[in-house]
């Protein structure tokens, strides 16, 4: 099974145990977690199984790739990775590399380091990829941290083609402020390192004189929606339209679960077919790194559900993060249209049911796993034969 995208870590051999706690929070940033069930819901192929993450230390390893994907170079730069001759070299066969490939955008990287006269020795194409330095992205403890959540971002930029990726902090403001406040003032210390990271918050973003309810819809159907879910979330209307029209746009959502006490109503929103983290009293941290990686997940599925339908002989195709609530399906009949979902070891009969009623409906729209897609599903799918069973 080939990669879909590639992490390579760069450093100086001599700077193993230097940049250990480095190396490992980048690792963690891109593996592949079965043992967390509420962020993987995939029965089989998880997409974070098909990244590829390698550590080069050595001038021969740099430039070595096993596959023709997107690739993300992190470069952990140190007087002994500038003195080495060796090194140096490669560095400017990467520089070079990443010139001529500026216009096909499937290669980036990042360079770190704690010396400003190391960062001046690499070759200008990397300079300009750097993130600041040590001091500039707060105590020692937090840069590995910080490193990561950049890395997460780069990979996503990598993928998407598109630029700026938004948070949207969907909360209620009675008791959800505080909390929101904080995750927005975390994301603002890291877009000072990372510039094509944002959040939306409508308090600040929303023009004046604007109409309210448009800018929120628009946010919402455009952003990765990090729903703050607080005991006054569900009763406020604009919080439900918000985590509605995320749903009805296909863009990935986290749910963030800052209850308290015991919940006396059933909820109206599908909590359940989203990943959750459970936070309390704060890790904003966690917050970001899961939600960036839900971002990450569903541009991963696309990648490997274009991979085996050409182009142009690709019916539309619309792929999802998780299985959509019912009520899409039912709002969606006459969409002329194949909706490609993951194999979920929690929601095989919700996928087999909604399946069965879209076929027996006679509908316009077809339901597929991502699975029986990449098991040469499109030939089936092409020829009008029913795919995508569990």
């Given at each position: 099974m080939n990669s879909l995208l590639?992490?390579?870590?760069?450093?100086?051999?001599?700077?193993?145990q230097f940049f250990a706690a480095y190396t490992a929070a980048v690792k963690r940033a891109?593996?592949?977690?079965?043992a967390d069930p509420e962020l993987s819901q995939f029965k089989i192929n998880d997409p974070f199984e098909r990244i590829r993450f390698t550590v080069a230390t050595t001038s021969q390893e740099i430039l070595q790739r096993t596959d023709e994907v997107p690739v993300l170079f992190i470069v952990l730069v140190t007087e002994n990775l500038v003195k080495s001759a060796e090194h140096v070299e490669s560095l400017n066969d990467l520089a070079e590399l990443i010139a001529e490939d500026s216009e096909n955008g499937r290669i980036n990287a990042l360079c770190y380091s704690d010396s400003g006269k190391a960062m001046e020795t690499l070759p200008q194409k990397l300079r300009s990829l750097q993130v600041r330095l040590s001091a500039h992205l707060?105590?020692?403890?937090?840069?590995?941290?910080v490193l990561m959540l950049?890395?997460?971002?780069?990979?996503?930029?990598?993928?998407?083609?598109?630029?700026?990726?938004?948070?949207?902090?969907?909360?209620?403001?009675s008791d959800g402020l505080f909390l929101a406040r904080a995750i927005k003032s975390y994301i603002d210390d890291i877009k000072s390192n990372e510039q094509d990271l944002s959040s939306w918050y409508d308090a600040i973003d929303i023009p004046s004189g604007?109409?309210?309810?448009?800018?929120?819809?628009?946010?919402?159907?455009?952003?990765?929606?990090?729903?703050?879910?607080?005991?006054?979330?569900?009763?406020?209307?604009?919080?439900?339209?918000?985590?509605?029209t995320a749903v009805d746009s296909c863009v990935p959502i986290l749910v963030?679960?800052?209850?308290?006490?015991?919940?006396?109503?059933?909820?109206?929103?599908?909590?359940?077919?989203?990943?959750?983290?459970?936070v309390v009293d704060g890790n904003t941290h966690r917050i970001l790194v899961s939600a960036l990686r839900e971002h990450l997940r569903l541009l991963l599925m696309k990648h490997a559900a274009f991979e085996r339908v050409p182009l142009d002989q690709r019916p539309k195709l619309r792929v999802w993060p998780r299985l959509p609530p019912?009520?899409?399906?039912?709002?969606?009949?006459?969409?002329?249209?194949?909706?490609?979902?993951?194999?979920?070891?929690?929601?095989?009969?919700?996928f087999i049911a909604a399946r069965d009623w879209l076929e027996k409906s006679k509908a316009n729209l077809k339901l597929i796993t991502l699975e029986a897609l990449s098991n040469g599903g499109f030939a089936q799918l092409n020829s009008g034969t029913t795919v995508g069973t569990v």
């Open positions: 590639e992490v390579v870590v760069i450093h100086h051999p001599e700077d193993q891109f593996e592949y977690a079965p707060g105590e020692s403890a937090l840069v590995p941290h950049i890395a997460l971002n780069r990979a996503c930029k990598l993928l998407s083609n598109q630029g700026k990726l938004t948070l949207f902090l969907s909360h209620a403001k604007s109409q309210w309810k448009k800018e929120l819809q628009k946010a919402a159907a455009t952003s990765v929606l990090i729903a703050i879910r607080t005991n006054a979330y569900d009763l406020r209307q604009a919080c439900r339209e918000e985590f509605e963030v679960d800052a209850t308290q006490g015991t919940l006396t109503a059933a909820s109206p929103l599908p909590y359940s077919a989203m990943p959750t983290v459970r019912d009520n899409l399906f039912y709002a969606s009949v006459n969409n002329n249209e194949y909706w490609v979902v993951p194999q979920s070891s929690t929601r095989d009969r919700e």
